[in-house]
C-alpha cells in the first residue's frame, strides 16, 4: 500500500554542533525541537506524539517530554541503533494512519565528544568477540571490510574516494566539522585504526542533536513550508554480534530498500539523492550494493572517479555526512535533515538541482539493523 499524501515532514532542525563543553543532552534536543518546530510553524502545544532514543537516561521519553513540557498521548522509543529515526518517520506515519494523532515530534541528542563516550555493541555479545581481540564497533566494520577486500578485490583507494568525496560536499555546508579538502592520499596515510580501516575511513565524534516534526495531510495544510511526502518505509534487523551476521557483504538494506521503494512505487533511476549512513567508508559501498545502485562486488567501481562527489553522477550525502558534517552517536535523524532539506532547495552551494525524490537509509548497531525511507515532493 502506497503511503503518500498520508504524512509528511514539515519541520527539520539541528543543534548547535560540533564540540559543545557545558551543554546536556536535553539542552541539545531541546534547541533541536524549538528549531524544528519552528521550521514548521508550530509550537510543542500541536505536538501529540513523542518519539526519542539514545543511550541517555533509564526513561528517556519520560525526561524528555518532562523538560520539552510535552504530555503526549502517543509514545515511541524504537533503539535499532542509527537507524531508529527513519524508523521513527515510519512509525509516526503509521500511527497517524491508524489516527491515532496529527503531529509527531521526533528528536535525538548527545554529548559523546565532551564526554568521552566511544560507540559500543554494548551487552553480552562483548564477552564472546572483544575478549578475541575484535574491537567494537570498528573491528566489526574492518572484518566486513577484509571481506569485500577479499571477495571482490576491492581496494582501500576505492574505499577513500568515499571519504573524499564526502568532504567536498562537506566543503559546501558550513554546519560541518571538518571542511578542509583532502585526497585519496591523505586517507592511505592516515593513522590505521582496525587493519583495513584509517582513521579518515572513520566516522567522527561529535556533539549535537537533532529533531523532525511529522504531520497528516490535514495538519500539512497550515505548516509553514511545503510538506515532504514520506512515500515509502521499511525496516528490518538481521543480527546483534557481528559473529552471526548471515553476511559480511550484505546488509538488511537489500530487504528494506526493495520494499521501501516497491511501497513508493519508484525505480531506483528515479531517485535524485541518496542519503545513506556512513560510520565507514565501508558501511557506505555495502550499502549502496545491498539497496541494488549496483551488483555485488560493484561498489568499489561504482563510487570511483569521484561519481558521488557534487558535480558527480550520483550525489550522496550531501551534507557531508557522519565522516565529515557530524556525527554524535547515531546519525540516522541528520540524514533525514539534509534529505528533506535538499527537496525543498534549501542547501544552497550543494544543492542538488530539482531533487524531487530522496532516498534515506540508516544503518544500526553493527551493521544489523536498516531502515530505508522514500521522501518525496509534490
Known amino acids: 500500500m502506497r503511503s503518500d499524501r498520508i504524512a509528511a515532514i514539515v519541520g527539520v ?4 554542533l560540533g564540540h559543545l563543553p557545558g551543554r546536556n543532552v536535553l539542552q541539545l534536543q531541546a534547541q533541536a525541537a524549538k528549531r ?18 539514545g543511550s541517555w537516561g533509564h526513561f528517556p521519553q519520560l525526561m524528555l517530554g518532562e523538560y520539552l513540557g510535552i504530555k503526549p498521548k502517543y509514545t ?10 527513519e524508523s521513527h518517520v515510519a512509525h509516526a506515519l503509521v500511527g497517524i494512519q491508524a489516527g491515532l494523532f496529527d503531529v509527531a515530534l521526533i528528536t535525538y541528542g548527545s554529548t559523546n565528544r565532551t564526554s568521552g563516550n566511544r560507540p559500543s555493541a554494548g551487552g553480552l555479545t562483548l564477552s564472546y568477540e572483544e575478549p578475541f581481540g575484535v574491537p567494537s564497533p570498528v573491528g566489526h566494520y574492518a572484518l566486513a571490510t577484509m571481506r569485500h577486500m577479499h571477495q571482490y578485490g576491492t581496494t582501500s583507494e576505492q574505499l577513500a ?3 573524499v568525496a564526502t568532504r567536498k560536499w562537506a566543503g559546501l555546508n558550513d554546519k560541518a566539522f571538518k571542511r578542509e579538502p583532502i585526497t585519496v592520499g591523505d586517507v592511505l596515510n592516515s593513522p590505521m585504526i582496525c587493519e583495513p580501516l584509517h582513521l579518515l575511513d572513520c566516522c567522527l565524534i561529535t556533539d549535537g542533536g537533532g529533531a523532525i516534526v511529522v504531520a497528516s495531510a490535514k495538519a500539512c495544510a497550515r505548516a509553514k513550508k511545503r510538506p515532504i511526502w514520506i512515500l515509502g518505509h521499511a525496516e528490518t534487523q538481521t543480527h546483534n554480534s557481528v559473529t552471526n551476521m548471515p553476511d559480511l557483504t550484505v546488509t538488511g538494506a537489500k530487504d528494506t530498500g526493495r520494499r521501501a521503494m516497491e511501497m513508493a ?3 531506483h533511476e528515479e531517485i535524485d539523492v541518496t542519503q545513506v549512513y556512513d560510520s565507514f567508508t565501508i558501511t557506505v559501498l555495502l550499502t549502496l550494493e545491498s539497496l541494488g545502485f549496483c551488483k555485488p562486488g560493484e561498489g568499489g567501481d561504482f563510487i570511483s572517479g569521484q561519481r558521488t ?5 550520483f550525489p550522496l550525502n550531501t551534507s557531508g555526512g557522519g565522516l565529515s558534517y557530524c556525527h554524535p552517536g547515531m546519525f540516522g535523524i541528520f540524514l533525514l535533515i539534509e534529505a528533506v532539506r535538499q527537496l525543498r532547495g534549501e542547501c544552497g552551494e550543494r544543492q542538488v538541482e530539482d531533487a524531487k525524490i530522496s532516498l534515506v537509509n540508516g544503518t544500526g548497531g553493527t551493521l544489523s539493523s536498516t531502515s530505508t525511507v522514500i521522501l518525496g515532493r509534490d
Open 36 to 53: 524544528a518546530l519552528d521550521d514548521a510553524g508550530f509550537t510543542k502545544d500541536d505536538v501529540e506524539a513523542l518519539f526519542t532514543t
Open 161 to 163: 574516494e568515499i571519504a
Open 76 to 85: 515511541g522509543g524504537t533503539n535499532i541503533g542509527g537507524s531508529s529515526f
Open 265 to 267: 512505487g519508484i525505480t
Open 309 to 313: 562527489a557534487p558535480g558527480g553522477a
Open 13 to 16: 532542525a539541528e543543534s548547535d
